[in-house]
């Protein structure tokens, strides 16, 4: 069974958490529904910024207590070769599975826009 290492952040980059998981969707959605488990509210971990698929246990084990005590400029080494802008990697993975996620807003009315448009 595959393995992920992964590395998460929340918006302003200040916290970097290594993790490592089987499910790396349902990791995410878990750190979702539960902004508040590691931090406060403002530092929310909430942007997939690095991950590895790993083939054996037994390896990914060994790679997440490497990667576990690397010191923040390792890490940030590691992240910027394959995500240099630091960007959410969570929707390709959403895409790739061939999950959709639809915008909870949902569409908006042509007469919201027309009233904003003469107003």
């Known amino acids: 069974m595959k393995r992920f290492v992964y590395i998460i952040t929340d ?20 750190y979702g529904e539960m902004p508040t488990l590691f931090f406060d509210s403002a530092q929310q971990l909430n942007r997939l910024v690095y991950f590895e698929e790993i083939n054996t ?9 490497t990667v576990s005590t690397y010191t923040r400029p390792q890490k940030e080494k590691m992240i910027r070769p394959v995500n240099p802008d630091w960007v959410d ?3 390709g993975l959403n895409y790739e599975s061939g999950i959709r996620v639809r915008p909870a807003y949902g569409r908006p009315s042509i007469q919201a826009a027309r009233r904003a448009v003469t107003v």
Do not use: I, P, S
């Open 57 to 65: 246990e037994e390896q990914a084990m060994e790679r997440f207590k």
């Open 89 to 91: 990697l969570t929707a």
């Open 11 to 30: 918006r302003n980059r200040k916290n970097l958490h290594v993790g490592m998981c089987t499910d790396l969707l349902k990791t995410l959605k878990f």
